[in-house]
């Protein structure tokens, strides 16, 4: 009991998640700006490309139907860069000598600080990018009914009916994965760009996205060549291994899952080293 009291504790983990989120609602409303505005500007543009040529009297609900596509892949897309740079700004207080006594000296265990700010940039980013999306849509709804009264087509966009194709009597290419498995790779696929920002702000607090970019971009060609170099040979027969499609996609995200746990747990260890002089 003693040794989980010094590792976590509600008496000390609530006022800290408190002292968080009051410190840092200006930043972080204005991230959440930044999330909306950005959803608004594209959902605006791609609806000012679809209505400005069409007839309203033809195709209603087709136009609607591209819209919603549009808006789900959309948000599949901009869910890992926002995400992305979201991880990036965990060990954020870090950057600066002021920062890391701050932070360092904070009365609270390691553990608790970077679990606070962890679930502050993992799940309450994800929480605020959902009610972002919702409101861009929904703005995206407005200055189109505003601009084109005639059209009563104009509608939210049906999120689910564009995430999976729910039938083979469904058209391929109108929902953003073809079976409901493909949305744990693409879940499993986030948290492991999420964990490896994560570990980079731990590693580079200044310039952390850029930095870790760069490292990951280099990561993901070489991760592409080698996956599908192994998924050809393991697939193709040149193995003696018979491999089935939906093994590969759950071995991959079974890949995805434990790598992210390991990035998390190893920003988790650097953090705990870190040192009020940065001699990195």
């Known amino acids: 009991m003693r040794m989980c009291d010094t590792l976590f504790s509600t008496r000390r983990f609530l006022p800290l998640m408190k002292k968080e989120l009051m410190e840092n609602w200006k930043q972080n409303a204005m991230r959440f700006a930044l999330m909306y ?11 000012y490309s679809e209505y400005r040529y069409t007839s309203f009297h033809n195709g209603k609900n087709i136009v609607e139907w ?5 808006e789900v892949a959309t948000f599949a897309f901009m869910m890992f860069v926002m995400g992305a740079l979201s991880a ?12 890391r006594i701050n932070m ?8 608790e600080k970077y679990i606070v700010r962890w679930l502050i940039y993992t799940v309450g980013f994800f929480v605020l990018y959902v009610i972002a999306y919702n409101l861009a849509d ?9 601009a084109y009264p005639d059209n009563e087509a104009i509608a939210l966009a049906d ?34 760009v999420h964990s490896l920002f994560t570990l980079g702000s731990s590693l580079w607090p200044k310039n952390s996205f850029l930095r870790t970019f760069v490292t990951v971009l280099i990561l993901i060609v070489a991760y592409t060549l080698v996956f599908l170099g192994l998924a050809d040979w393991l697939i193709t027969g040149h193995a003696n291994i018979d491999i089935s499609i939906e093994t590969a996609l759950w071995t991959s995200v079974s890949i995805h899952v434990l790598l992210a746990l390991f ?18």
């Open 104 to 111: 360092l000296t904070l009365p609270a265990t390691p553990f």
């Open 138 to 146: 929904l703005t995206r709804v407005i200055v189109y009914r505003v």
């Open 66 to 70: 591209e819209m919603g596509y549009y």
């Open 88 to 99: 990036s700004f965990i060990m954020s207080p870090m950057k600066r000598k002021a920062g």
């Open 159 to 192: 999120f689910f009916n564009h995430l999976v194709r729910e039938s083979a009597h469904q058209p391929l290419g109108d929902t953003l994965v073809n079976d409901s498995d493909h949305l744990w790779l693409i879940g499993s696929a986030y948290l492991f």
């Open 37 to 47: 505005g950005a959803l608004a500007i594209l959902f605006v543009w791609q609806g």
């Open 263 to 280: 990035f998390w747990t190893l920003a988790y260890y650097r953090y705990k080293e870190s040192e009020i002089i940065n001699r990195w």
